[in-house]
């Protein structure tokens, strides 16, 4: 079975500019959840999307969004990049609800952002 | 909303010798998983704790759930150098639900 893929890897931005991250979930996952994480930090749960809608959201504004799309890939959006959006984003994609471990998270290689 | 903390934050030890590390949550929590990273990585899921007072083994890392359902811990035995890396605690007030990550506890171990 295939893991978790993103892209790109690593990429520079600049204050003000949009950027948009991808993910392709683990084959047989259908929720997929994005995370920040800040360096020497903890991850920190941005949102989650099952089914296609967003299930659930973390303490970040609205200029962060999302989207799935019917074979459970997921973007990740962030409008009007500030400097302290620098940082991993991480996706992760779980089995989904009503399953045994539906919240175990098999995570991708993360993108790495910067904002200068 | 939900809090996660984790103590020590890093921990330094001697090869060959245990170490334990902490996790409380500031809710009771539905389960709780345990994720390790190594450097320039990404978590990588080691573990799910789900029944109060609950302990599960994996070789020589040791994992115990509380009886209140609101911490846990890790203990490793005979640290080897292959154990570096930082250990997350994530909680879950509900199966299904969101993960809420602690801060870490990063793991350097000496020679």
């Known amino acids: 079975e295939t893991g978790v893929t993103q892209s790109p890897t690593h990429l520079i931005k600049t204050r003000g500019q949009q950027v948009t991250l991808r993910c392709s979930s683990q084959?047989?996952?259908?929720?997929v959840s994005w995370y920040q994480q800040a360096l020497g930090q903890g991850p920190q749960f941005i949102f989650q999307?099952?089914?296609?809608?967003?299930?659930g959201r973390g303490n970040f504004p609205p200029r962060f969004s999302g989207l799935q799309f019917p074979n459970y890939s997921s973007e990740l959006n962030v409008n009007a990049l500030e400097l302290d959006d620098s940082a991993l984003y991480l996706c992760a994609s779980s089995p989904g609800q009503g399953i045994s471990g539906a919240n175990v998270l098999t995570f991708g290689a993360g993108s790495r952002l910067t904002v200068l | 909303g939900q809090q996660v903390m984790q103590i020590p934050q890093y921990q330094h030890v001697q090869e060959g010798e245990d170490f334990t590390t902490y996790c409380n949550s500031s809710t009771t929590l539905s389960n709780i998983q345990w994720y390790k990273q190594r450097p320039g990585g990404h978590p990588v899921f080691l573990i799910q704790l789900v029944k109060s007072g609950e302990v599960k083994k994996q070789k020589r890392l040791t994992f115990q759930f509380g009886e209140a359902k609101k911490n846990s811990s890790l203990h490793i035995t005979a640290t080897q150098t292959t154990d570096v890396g930082t250990y997350f605690c994530?909680?879950?007030?509900?199966?299904?639900?969101?993960?809420?990550f602690g801060g870490g506890t990063r793991v350097l171990v000496k020679p």
């Open positions: 999307y099952y089914r296609e809608e967003e299930n």
């Open positions: 994530a909680g879950s007030k509900a199966a299904g639900n969101k993960l809420t």
């Open positions: 084959s047989g996952h259908n929720t």
